[in-house]
């Protein structure tokens, strides 16, 4: 073992060590990692997923394999947790980065298929990007010592290493294709790193924060700095050399090292934007809100222009809308050469301010002297531009106090023109016009893809039209579209919508007669299909077998219902194979997820699409239905606050009814025992499952994994809930199940990943909660799953997580007694 590797595991342990000792002082049961009943094993062990990527123009697809569950061992590598990041030091990468552990290439147009090649025995891959001219595909390669780069021919698929330096994948964006697709501009570990000196435990003195004046709310982010020698392993690890690296596998340093956030050529591919991260650090705030300087280099790494030194953001006002003040949102222009935007607050950034234009967005073209010009003003927050050309660009703002959204009509090259196409509310699905369709330029950007007669247009500059893909929402469910627009006229033409009994999704269109396709339905895992427009035929291109065998036959009904007050809910009912209401009333596993709304109208309507193919993941509570159980997934649990109302103001009398609704539905279906229903969620649903239990006698146990019980340790807001505890105390006490841990009599399961990465959900939640419930003598068992994130991965994790909520199910719902406190012999108290 080197020095490096041995000063990184001293440090390390830092880390692992005090969470060891919490695991052990809470553990009750060390039997070790036990495993849940056959069918739901089989299930975890041969689950293959798989994900797609489509190159720029259409030509070719790579098929990902996504890899199994990694093992304890794999998941418990020694991780370094600086500025809200959790960095593998052994291999220079992001925890939680997604690899794949194979690639095919297709060719859709000759339907050619063949693996990639040639890669390390093992290899992971991920980060894949195709050339402009797709020829070529470029990914990183994960080891278990470096992360490399690596290029593959699209039309042999055989790969090859393009250069022997190691990537630096700790933070921010990796790699980019040079426009003409010559050469990758890359960020790899810096040459000739120098190893730190280890750590001295003896303090120097004590470590000192001030504030001296001015607001600093801020949310209770997790793994950020500490101390002096944090800020040292922060530098150290995610300083990174930008090389420019041809394809002959010549590589050149481009600028000096930095903290990388990002970096953009321009669409001619002779400049280069680069954000990098600046000092002073913070102890509060994570890595996304530290000081950055905004410049423009040459390809060859030459300072050209210094945009913008935007400050630590540690003094944001409150509220959702709240950003800096100064110049933010920069970018190029994607259908010029060299001509880029920014944007600034009107209101200093304070969404309290009342104020008419909330951002104003300006434009300065780099060639020549051209003077910064105003594109356009916003009287909502500045969300996102697609570009056209010097005729149209839709521009989204939105301000989420209203959930109000607009998309805007504008021209480039006329910077008074302005037209609001859609005006409505983005969490009223039912009338989102989707994903605005682009395409590749001949800059290889993304343009909006348009469509014209182009005599006309230079009398009519206006009509033009453009296209969009939405998921379709509808009260049928969803149907998703392929829709043309008139920005003039405004007329519509949907030129493809998903159809019963499938439910079908656009991915690929460049205004051609080729629309690409995902499909699947009750019955049918998804698949990929090429459909002439035209021609009305289709062509499959994929041949995805179930991924989930042991669930073929599971009966689905999506369920329609109301609460008390009338408010239309929605949630999905999977029943065993074959069964039927002669047989009897099963016990009930209800999984649910609360979420905000505005309107009722909102909140009422219906969600998903009852053609989509059951999946199954780690997190679901579909397991059960293998277990005898009917399971009630993704019930509605809408927190409705309409005009001036806050939603959290009803938040406990709202999770109620909407319990009792669903319980009723279940009830009246003849399918479930309204004595043996459970209710459980993950995260925010871990909450609502607390505060059922704590506030009702609906349910015959329930499980909570990874969730927050006591607000006042999320003091400046959770959630959607935008106000502070000082705002609102009693709200924060109301909603907060431990306030009321001396009244939840009904058997509660607490588990918790030993390293919650997640914002508010710190394992002290389920800690202090379960020592509270203990204390009051409540039926409860805390599960801390050592080396887990907020999502949990490795394998053993899982099925030992599955084991304790089986155990739990059947104990407690499934063969429970009139008055039964006893958990079986199998779970120690």
Not at 47 to 54: M, P
Not at 197 to 209: C, R, V
Not at 773 to 798: C, D, I, M, Q
Request: proline letters at 6%; one cysteine or more; hydrophobic letters at 35%.
């Amino acid at each position: 073992m080197n020095r490096r590797t041995k000063r990184i595991l001293t440090i390390a342990g830092i880390y692992l060590i005090p969470a060891l000792f919490a695991f052990k002082a809470v553990a009750q049961d060390l039997n070790g990692y036990q495993k849940p009943p056959k069918e739901i094993t089989s299930i975890i062990e041969n689950t293959v997923n798989r994900n797609i990527v489509i190159s720029g123009k259409g030509k070719f697809m790579a098929i990902l394999q996504e890899p199994g569950y990694p093992s304890i061992k794999e998941i418990s590598q020694p991780l370094l947790k600086l500025a809200g990041l959790r960095i593998n030091a052994t291999n220079s990468s992001s925890n939680g980065i997604a690899k794949y552990s194979s690639v095919t290439l297709k060719n859709i147009e000759s339907d050619k298929e063949f693996p990639i090649t040639s890669l390390p025995k093992d290899a992971q891959v991920g980060h894949l990007v195709f050339s402009p001219t797709e020829n070529q595909l470029a990914f990183a390669v994960f080891l278990d010592n470096e992360v490399q780069l690596w290029v593959a021919s699209t039309s042999t698929g055989v790969a090859q290493r393009l250069t022997n330096f190691p990537l630096n994948d700790t933070y921010g964006k990796l790699m980019e294709w040079a426009p003409d697709g010559t050469a990758i501009l890359a960020k790899f570990i810096v040459d000739n790193r120098k190893a730190l000196p280890e750590q001295d435990f003896t303090p120097d003195g004590p470590i000192i924060t001030e504030n001296l004046g001015g607001k600093s709310p801020a949310r209770t982010y997790q793994d950020l700095l500490k101390n002096q020698y944090d800020e040292l392993l922060f530098d150290d690890h995610l300083t990174a050399q930008i090389k420019m690296v041809y394809l002959n596998g010549q590589a050149v340093n481009f600028n000096r090292p930095g903290i990388y956030r990002n970096f953009s050529f321009s669409p001619d591919g002779n400049m280069v934007m680069v954000w990098t991260v600046t000092k002073p650090y913070s102890y509060y705030v994570p890595v996304s809100r530290f000081p950055y300087d905004v410049e423009i280099f040459d390809k060859y790494g030459k300072l050209t222009k210094k945009l913008a030194q935007v400050p630590l953001a540690d003094k944001l006002p409150s509220g959702f809308d709240a950003v800096i003040k100064g110049p933010r949102e920069f970018q190029w222009r994607a259908d010029k050469p060299q001509t880029y935007i920014w944007v600034e607050a009107q209101d200093q950034g304070d969404p309290s301010e009342r104020v008419s234009i909330r951002d104003i967005v300006y434009m300065q073209n780099l060639i020549g002297d051209d003077k910064p010009v105003k594109l356009a003003s916003c009287y909502l927050r500045f969300n996102d531009i697609v570009w056209g050309d010097d005729q149209i660009a839709i521009l989204t703002e939105r301000w989420w106090k209203t959930r109000a959204e607009r998309r805007v009509f504008i021209k480039p090259g006329n910077q008074s023109y302005r037209v609001n196409l859609w005006d409505r509310y983005y969490e009223d699905a039912y009338s989102d016009p989707g994903q605005f369709v682009t395409v590749k330029n001949e800059f290889n950007k993304n343009v909006l893809l348009l469509e014209y007669n182009s005599l006309k247009r230079v009398t009519d500059p206006s009509n033009i039209n453009i296209f969009s893909i939405s998921e379709g929402a509808s009260p049928q469910g969803n149907r998703p579209f392929l829709l043309k627009f008139n920005v003039k006229t405004k007329v519509t033409d949907t030129l493809f919508r998903s159809k019963a009994p499938f439910y079908e999704r656009p991915i690929y269109f460049a205004n051609q007669s080729k629309l690409l396709i995902s499909r699947e339905s009750n019955i049918e895992p998804t698949n990929y299909y090429s459909i002439d427009l035209n021609r009305r035929n289709q062509t499959q291109l994929t041949f995805f077998p179930n991924p989930n065998p042991e669930l073929f036959g599971v009966i689905k009904k999506p369920i329609s219902y109301k609460r008390a007050d009338g408010l239309n809910l929605n949630a999905v009912l999977y029943l065993p194979k074959d069964y039927q209401t002669s047989q009897g009333r099963l016990p009930v596993l209800m999984w649910a997820y609360p979420r905000e709304f505005k309107t009722a109208a909102a909140a009422g309507q219906v969600k998903g699409s009852p053609y989509q193919f059951t999946r199954i993941s780690w997190a679901s509570p579909i397991f059960w239905v293998t277990q005898g159980f009917a399971v009630l997934d993704n019930v509605d649990m809408p927190i409705v606050g309409e005009s001036n109302d806050q939603p959290n103001d009803t938040f406990i009398e709202q999770l109620k009814e909407n319990a009792q609704a669903a319980i009723n539905k279940v009830n009246d279906l003849g399918v479930g025992d309204p004595k043996k229903i459970a209710v459980g969620g993950h995260s925010y649903g871990a909450f609502m499952t607390a505060n059922l239990l704590a506030h009702t006698n609906l349910f015959a146990a329930g499980i909570a994994r990874s969730g927050a019980y006591n607000r006042t340790l999320t003091p400046f807001g959770f959630q959607a809930e935008e106000r502070t505890y000082w705002e609102s105390p009693d709200v924060y006490y109301k909603m907060s199940p431990f306030s009321y841990a001396d009244k939840i009599k009904t058997p509660i399961l607490l588990i918790h990943g030993e390293a919650d990465d997640n914002s508010g959900t710190f394992p002290v939640q389920s800690e202090r909660f379960y020592s509270a419930l203990k204390g009051h003598g409540a039926t409860s068992r805390f599960v801390l799953l050592p080396n887990e994130a907020h999502s949990y991965r490795a394998k053993e994790s899982v099925l030992h997580m599955l084991w304790e909520m089986d155990n739990w199910l059947k104990t407690y719902v499934k063969n429970k007694k009139d008055g039964d406190k006893q958990i079986n012999s199998s779970l120690k108290k």
